[in-house]
């Protein structure tokens, strides 16, 4: 059985929460990568930043949707949601924009259920975090190579 171990990349890169959106933006498209963990000094990771984060600053706000009731506004979408796309929006570092609490894998999980996450949640880059600290990334491109490498050596 392949795991993440077998195929992860172990030099990642990463960048801190206090870094500068355009610096992330810069490292995500000068390394042609879709995404990187968030971490502490300490290796902790404490979210993902992906070019999808970066993408929703170039959002539109989207004004709530209300309607009127005995005389009040009644607004017909969450505040919270509101609030969490204002803020990427108006982002200016790391820690405005990233995914906070990513999902991440261990270095023994199989690759059948890292691409059955991918699927299911749309994930396109997952870090791998071996007792509360980095030790790689794993993303679609890996599980298309390995693919690819079980198929020629049944070809």
């Known amino acids: ?22 610096e992330a933006t810069r ?6 990568i879709n995404g990187m963990p968030v ?11 992906c070019q999808s984060d970066l993408i929703a600053q170039q959002k539109r706000f989207p004004l709530p949707s209300l309607f009127t009731f005995l005389d009040g506004y009644i607004s017909l979408s969450s ?12 982002a200016t570092t790391v820690r405005q924009a990233m995914t906070p609490r990513p999902v991440t894998v261990a270095p023994d999980t199989s690759i059948e259920t890292v691409a059955t996450l991918m699927v299911e949640h749309n994930y396109h ?5 071996e007792e509360s600290r980095l030790v790689g990334i794993i993303g ?11 198929t020629e050596g049944n070809a």
């Open 125 to 129: 880059t997952l870090p791998v975090v």
């Open 79 to 90: 505040t919270r949601q509101l609030e969490k796309e204002m803020q990427k929006i108006a």
């Open 39 to 49: 971490v502490e000094a300490d290796g902790r990771v404490v979210g993902i930043i």
């Open 27 to 32: 490292l995500l498209l000068d390394n042609h």
């Open 140 to 150: 679609k491109e890996d599980i298309l190579r390995t693919i690819g490498r079980t």
């Open 1 to 22: 059985m392949t795991t993440v171990a077998d195929i992860m990349t172990r030099q990642v890169i990463t960048v801190r929460p206090e870094t500068d959106i355009t």
